[in-house]
C-alpha cells in the first residue's frame, strides 16, 4: 500500500481512537509507520535527503520506544503495509500532519492522565512526535531545494 493511503489510514483511526489505550496504540502506529518512510527514503529516496531521511527514521524509533509496544494481531501492523512511497512531497506533507495530531491527542492524555507514569510518558511520546515532525519539515525544506536546483538546470 502506498505511503499516502496508509497515513490517511492512520489519521482516521487516531481521530476515530477512544481512550487512551487506544490512542496511545495509535500514536505508537504513526511512529512506526514514520520510521518505515524514513526508511524507505533513505534507501531509495534522492540523495540530498538520505541523511535526513535516516534521522527520520531513527527519532520516530525513539518515538516507538516511549510508548509501550501495542499487541497487535497480525496484519495490523500499518508500517509493514508500505509497499511504496509514491509521491515524496504529499507523504511527507501528510506525515507532518499525522505526527501533528499524534501530539495533539497526547497532550489530551497528558493533561487528563491520572498517574505520574502516564503523563511522563505522553511527555516523552510527545517530544518524540515533535521532533519526527520537524525532521519531516527538513525533509520538505531539502526536497524543496532539490526541486529547484532541478528545474534550474532544466532551464538553463
Known sequence: MDAVRLIVTSRRALAGSGGAPETM??????????QAIGSRLAVFG???LRGEALGLTELAGRGCGVLDTPDLANGELRAAQLTELG???QALMHLGSLL?????????????????????????AIDAAEESRDRVRELLRRLA???EVLAEREAG
Open 25 to 34: 496504540t495509535e500514536v505508537w502506529q504513526a511512529q512506526a509507520l514514520a
Open 46 to 48: 534522492p540523495p540530498e
Open 87 to 89: 509521491d515524496a512531497r
Open 100 to 124: 501533528g495530531e499524534a501530539g495533539i491527542a497526547l497532550v489530551g492524555i497528558a493533561s487528563a492522565a491520572d498517574d505520574e507514569a502516564t503523563y511522563w510518558q505522553c511527555m516523552e
Open 145 to 147: 531545494v532539490r526541486e
